[in-house]
């Protein structure tokens, strides 16, 4: 009996939008949720104790997720947590993920997409609707995570 894939989710950034986020998946009942959170002030992690994992630090979050879902106030924390520096490739290791970028206008770093899909990922656009994002999704997750994970974010 084969073991449905488990939705690895990660949100760097626990502001206002980030922490929306993290509720409103946790409220979607996804079945098989592996939601990993990280802010750089550990006090907004706390509220998400026992319902997902605590990561030390945004490459833990990276690391542990499949989806990872940016909720930085700026293109410069962006930068940072993709170890985008002055050549503007992505740094760190993002092969076969999903970064979805939820402060996308106009926060969004020059050539984000790009250079996220250089380094092999994919890239939600700010302008995906549920099609474009459940066939994403559909790369990562089953068909039903797919729709949840899209219903939870999208608010439908």
Known sequence: MNTPPVARIGIIGLGA?????ARRLLASGLPDLALTVFDKVPAHCEPFRGSATLAVSAQEALLESDLLL???????EIDRTLER????QV???????????LRARPQAPAGLREAVEAAGADYVPDHAGAAQLEDLLRRRFDAARARAVAAAMLGA
């Not at 940016?70 to 410069?76: C, S, V």
């Not at 520096?85 to 503007?88: A, E, H, I, K, V």
């Not at 740094?91 to 970028?101: A, D, F, M, S, Y």
């Open 70 to 76: 940016l909720a930085l106030p700026a293109a410069r």
């Open 85 to 88: 520096f002055s050549d503007g």
């Open 91 to 101: 740094g760190v290791e993002v092969r076969g993920k999903l970064i979805w970028n």
């Open 17 to 21: 939008t980030g922490s929306a986020a």
